[in-house]
């Protein structure tokens, strides 16, 4: 993007998909959670020492907020606490698949997962996608032929699709890593707001997974906690002890420590709860400026995923879009492999500083569309 626009008080970002900020709620939730943090630790004690899976405490809340999703919940023993969903990413892929093997994900995917493939120097192995998600046929052939060593799935609100896998899809992929021996990598980054998705996909495969519940899509972007379900116990400990010090995977013991006060003391649902109304909010105006369009979204998802007519290339269209002030993404930026992208572009609904930003965003994109 030109630095030029972007430095434009008037320019609206609308290709990220940050959660919609909740000042009214959030301020004073983490400005008491920082001063209870204050008020139990001697600040000494708390950031004295590296806590490598994150402390006792900070497991047991971590545990309590992936038990949202989860049909029960963890053994704090069995929880990674890290400083977000990439670092985590970044370690398991490191030593989950590593140099010269291969991760098999969604043709269309979180786009960060080519920027690892390419450091970590590991090949990507796009299955092809229907609404719901990977195809399972497709997604078998693929481990038969080139016996990826993991899976990454994003089986709820998948980004940029927001595709949801069902119970019996999600059964069926679990199947097909359990038969080759594939690890699981299931980023569930986006199943906070919806209240009634399915079970995530490690259920059905636990000893294979590795369950990701980040905060930054839930709580507030910039939050850097992510909490992570190993398969066991014995594995987390073996995979993040300190002689693996190959990143920095742990939070900052006061980040760590606010966050879970927020999930003691109830905030963390609160902000949640707020999130979840600003969302539903801008998503009715989505539904009522862009009625009749062909797009994909949910009143509780942070994204829009719009196609376009084939007389109005993406690449045209983000063009026409930017020139007027408004920038969203492609469908490209998330095409992995060598996959042939719809014409399609994203935005998200959280970028924008509050709702008229967003309502003059969305008036643009609408004009655009509808011209
Ligand atoms: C699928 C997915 N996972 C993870 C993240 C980022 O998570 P974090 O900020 O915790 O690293 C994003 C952000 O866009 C995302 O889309």
Redesign the pocket.
């Known amino acids: 993007m030109n630095a030029s626009l972007q430095s434009n008080a008037l320019f609206l970002n609308m290709s990220?998909?940050?959660p919609p900020k909740v000042p009214h709620v959030f301020n004073d939730a983490y400005r008491g959670a920082v001063g209870g943090v204050l008020a139990d630790f001697e600040p000494n004690d708390l950031i004295g020492a590296h806590q490598f899976r994150g402390s006792e405490r900070d497991r047991c809340a971590g545990a309590r907020f992936v038990a949202r999703r989860l049909s029960e919940m963890p053994a704090p023993d069995r929880i990674v606490v890290a400083n977000?969903?990439?670092?985590i990413?970044l370690m398991l892929l490191a030593s989950l698949v590593g140099r010269g093997r291969r991760l098999a994900l969604e043709s269309l995917?979180?786009p960060?997962l080519r920027s690892f493939a390419d450091h970590l120097g590991f090949d990507l192995s796009p299955v092809p996608m229907d609404e719901e998600g990977a195809l399972p046929d497709a997604f078998e052939a693929i481990c038969r032929a080139d016996r990826p060593a993991a899976y990454y799935a994003?089986p709820t609100l998948q980004?940029p699709t927001t595709g949801i896998m069902s119970v019996v899809r999600r059964q069926a992929i679990a199947e097909i890593c359990r038969r080759y021996g594939i690890a699981i990598i299931e980023?569930d980054?986006?199943s906070l707001l919806p209240r009634d998705m399915p079970l995530p996909l490690s259920t059905f495969a636990p000893e294979l997974s590795w369950y990701?519940l980040?905060?930054?899509?839930s709580l507030a972007?910039?939050?850097?906690?992510?909490y992570v379900v190993a398969p066991t116990a014995a594995a987390a400990a073996e995979r993040f002890w300190p002689g693996v010090r190959a990143t920095y995977w742990m939070c900052a013991p006061m980040n760590g420590s606010v966050v879970s006060k927020l999930i003691e003391i109830g905030h963390a649902d609160r902000i949640i709860e707020a999130v979840r109304a600003e969302t539903r909010a801008r998503q009715a105006i989505v539904a009522e400026r862009l009625a009749g369009a062909d797009l994909r979204t949910r009143p509780d998802c942070l994204h829009v995923w719009l196609s376009l007519p084939d007389s109005r290339p993406a690449s045209d269209f983000v063009s026409e879009l930017r020139a007027l002030g408004v920038e969203v993404s492609t469908s490209s930026t998330y095409a992995m492999g060598d996959t042939r992208p719809p014409n399609a572009i994203r935005f998200g609904m959280g970028t924008p500083r509050d709702r008229a930003d967003f309502e003059r965003g969305l008036n643009t994109i609408t004009k655009v569309y509808f011209k």
């Open positions: 990220g998909n940050l977000g969903t990439q670092s990413l995917s979180y960060t994003m980004n980023d980054i986006y990701i980040g905060t930054a899509k972007a910039a939050l850097k906690v992510a």
